[in-house]
Every structure is written in C-alpha cells, then in structure tokens.
C-alpha cells in the first residue's frame, strides 16, 4: 500500500521514557548489515497469495519468517492459517507472543510477508527475487512492501532485548501475515479466531511510508476503498462489424461513454453523494507531486484544491481493468458486452456501503443509448483515522524525530488498509499507529521496487526507542 502523502510538520517533545538511546543506536548499527542479508534472504522467496500462484514459495516465505523470530529470542513461534469462504486455506501467518510483566502493556507489531506479482519482467532493471544495493536503495520484489517491515520489528525487539536485558518487561506480538497483497480474505475470520492470542494495548502496522527521504511521518489518515465492475450489455452476440455498423453501437464504445461520465471537465470525481473536503494544509508543491508520481511532461492534473487535499480527503476514481480482446487477435465485429473494473478511494468521514451505492445509481442512470448495465460490487474498506492525542502516537512522534533527527511528519495517505477497520472494531480501546519503511520512489508494487537503506536503519532506531519508552513509562 503506497501513495503519495500529505500532512503537516509537527515536533514531537521528549525524551520519554528512561532508557540509553545511544545503546540502542549502538545495537542497532552493529547487527544492521545481517539484518540486511537477512531481508535479501526474504526477498529471494517469491511468496504470492493469489489464487493463481503455486502456494509452496508462500510457505517457504512463512517458514523462513518463523525462523527469524526464534532466532530473536522468541519460544512460542506458530504459523496459523483459517479457511476463506470457499473452504481453502487462506495465508500462512506468523504468530509470535512474548506475555508481559505484571502492569505492562503489550505491542503487536503486524507486517506482511507475502508480495505482489512482478508484472512485466523487462520493466525490471534487475531481476525482482534478488535484492541488490545500489546508491543506497535495495531493489527486489518485497524490499519495501512489506518485508522490510518485518525485519524493521525483528531488528527493533532484537536491539532492546540486548540493551535492555531483564529490564524488558513489555508484551510483545509479532503478527506477520501471508495474504495482505491478496485482499487479506481471511483477515477478520483470523482475527475472530484468534482474538485473546492477538490482543494489544498499542498495534503498528509497519505497511505506509515516510514523508521522504530524510523525513519520517506516522501515518494519521487513510482513505477507504470500495471496488467493483461495470459490464454494459448491447446485443444478443456479436455481429459483422460492416454488415451493422452504424445503427448500434459496439459495448467497448458505450462502456467508455460511461466511464466518461465518472469525472468531471476538471477531472474531479462526478459521482453524486460522496464525501469530499478541502482545506488540508500541507508542503507539498506540484512539482514534488509530479516527480513522485513520474507524471509526463504535459499531463495536466486532475481536480481542484489543494494537491493533498485531492489525495487525502477527497475522493478519487480509477478504472483498473478492462475486458476487451487484444489488438492483435481482434476481428471485424461488434462486441455485445464489455466490462471494467473500478477502484473508489474514500475521503475520511465516508461510509463505504454508501459509496458503493452511489456508484451503482450513477452507472445506471448515465447509460449510454439504452445499454444494459449490470453494476457488481466487490470489496470495501473504511477509512482511518489515528488519535494522535494518544500516548502512544505521541511517544511514536518523539521517537521517529530522534531517530531521524529532524521533526517527525503527520500525514494523510491516498491509498488503504482496509484491514485496520477490523482491527478497531474488535479492539475498541486498543491505540493503533501506522509507520513505514517507504518513501515516495519506493515504488511498491511496480517495478523496480526498493528501500533506502539509510531512512531502514533509522526506521528500526526510532521502533526501538518506541519500545524502550513504552517499556519504561507505560501508557499512562
């Protein structure tokens, strides 16, 4: 999950807690360059949870992930699966427990193990399961999202646990699972099953991304997402092309027509009843949006207000598939149907069932020439808000500031984690932050996906120092 960010520049006081951060820099730096073979190790596992991928390079990812964390000192290491709906197993999850001291709090700490598909191999400049370093950055599939999230948490607890010793009585969970890039089908049904296994007083998913290089951010804001198709319907079977073309228009024609009505001439979502703010104050220029979304010279940007404003507390609408045959086995006829693919962004404040519907009224009442159009909708999420007033988001605020040494960022970001809706629903009262290894050119889920090394290390310090301040001060 990535996107570029919007927030504001805020300066978290401390220190808190009482502990040796220069120890914990020092543990950091000394075990970093095996942390980094280690992330190279995961990286060249080509663990996929789509239906369609063999499942044993998944499993092999999950086994090596639990060896991981019994070699950080961990004894009670399980990988847990629950069936989806159509009886087959969902995800292999790793699942770590260390039980608190007597009035600790306990930290689960999430992160995914499997990855996207490559995509095209030739847009690749090096090949996606082996991690190689170049000018700072890591490069391979997973380098980033989100298996350096993994060994972000590893490394963190591995740090405190040597300088810290005995001292350590915080709770802590490691929750790393196997089926985030499929859409998580069993997420809530795991959650469900496991609900005592996995309780927490503070959850940080390490999944988002920093404002960029050399500035961190805690993610206080995503947006929701609801998904679906839109099939549009014109004849029985297809037709010659010249013996009727000209009466009736072919579906692919109309199915475009109707997308057109989706934005407006500005390029602003058109679909009536959903939610849309303005008034975001960020730093963030065209330029900079422009650069990390690589636009080409020329395209104009799409909507109105402020550039965070449009990928943080607006809405935003994408057709991500399309069901035609290809140019190059296409004959002359007239194709009776035509299908694509939305994919909805939610501003905050927006109720995602509400959304779908929404979209459904406006397919329906714009289409073209009569065409049938059968609407189906597919997955939904909510939005999420953090409460940065909470002890734990503002600990996390310090530490990210002194690991990098500059003001830490709160920031929006434009896409989703729809999964934490049910994390908050299950537990109410739990404080849930949302970090990141990212940055705008981490490109996750393109090709050519990677890490800066330099905002990684830093990304551990500051999660060790979140540990070792929870651990001294609580969250009173």
Not at 315 to 344: C, E, M, Q
Not at 413 to 418: N, W
Not at 446 to 451: F, H, I, M, R
Request: charged share 20%; hydrophobic share 45%; aromatic share 6%.
């Amino acid at each position: 999950m990535t996107s570029s960010p919007a927030g504001n520049p805020q300066t978290a006081t401390g220190p808190i807690g009482n502990f040796d951060a220069e120890a914990l820099r020092q543990a950091v730096a000394e075990s970093f360059d095996a942390t980094i073979s280690q992330l190279k190790e995961l990286v060249a596992i080509p663990g996929i949870a789509w239906p369609s991928f063999d499942p044993a390079p998944l499993n092999a990812s999950a086994d090596a992930v639990a060896a991981l964390v019994r070699a950080a000192g961990f004894d009670d290491v399980r990988i847990l699966r629950c069936a989806k709906e159509d009886g087959t197993p969902g995800g292999p999850a790793v699942v770590a427990r260390r039980p608190a001291a007597e009035g600790k709090p306990t930290i689960l700490l999430y992160a995914h193990h499997d990855v996207q598909p490559t995509g095209d191999l030739a847009l690749w400049d090096t090949e996606p399961f082996t991690a190689v370093e170049r000018e700072g950055r890591l490069y391979g599939r997973g380098a980033a999202d989100d298996k350096a999230g993994i060994l972000a948490h590893i490394a963190a607890y591995s740090a405190v646990t040597r300088v810290l010793g005995d001292d350590l009585g915080l709770g802590v969970t490691f929750f790393f699972e196997g089926e985030e890039e499929a859409g998580s089908p069993t997420f809530r049904s795991f959650l469900e099953t496991h609900r005592e296994l996995l309780r927490a007083d503070v959850i940080v998913v390490a999944d988002s991304s920093n404002w960029k290089v050399g500035i961190p951010a805690l993610t206080t804001s995503l947006r929701g997402l609801v998904d679906g198709t839109i099939e549009v319907r014109v004849l029985d079977h297809a037709v010659h092309s010249g013996m009727f073309g000209g009466p009736v228009l072919d579906a692919p024609t109309l199915l475009a027509r109707l997308i057109a009505t989706l934005h407006d001439a500005d390029g602003s979502v058109a679909v009536a009843g959903l939610v849309s703010r303005d008034g975001v104050t960020v730093d963030l220029t065209e330029a900079e949006f422009r650069a990390d979304a690589s636009v080409l010279d020329g395209v104009r940007l799409a909507g109105t207000g402020s550039i965070a404003s449009r990928l943080w507390t607006k809405p935003a609408l994408s057709i991500i598939g399309f069901d035609a045959p290809a140019v190059d086995i296409a004959s002359n006829t007239l194709l009776p149907r035509a299908r694509a693919k939305f994919s909805l962004r939610l501003a905050p404040g927006q109720d995602p069932a509400e959304a779908m519907d929404a979209v459904r009224k406006h397919v329906e009442a714009n289409a073209p020439f009569g065409a049938h159009v059968v609407f189906t909708p597919g997955e939904s999420g909510n939005a999420f808000l953090t409460d940065t007033s909470s002890k734990a988001a503002s600990v996390a605020m310090w530490a990210l500031g002194e690991a990098w040494g500059v003001p830490a960022v709160e920031m929006g970001i434009g896409g989703s984690i729809p999964f934490i809706a049910d994390l908050t629903e299950l537990y109410p009262d739990v404080q849930i932050l949302v970090t990141g290894v990212e940055d705008p050119d981490s490109r996750a889920h393109s090709a050519n996906e990677s890490l800066h090394l330099g905002d990684f290390r830093n990304a551990v310090i500051a999660e060790a120092f979140l540990l070792a301040s929870l651990n001294a001060e609580g969250l009173a």
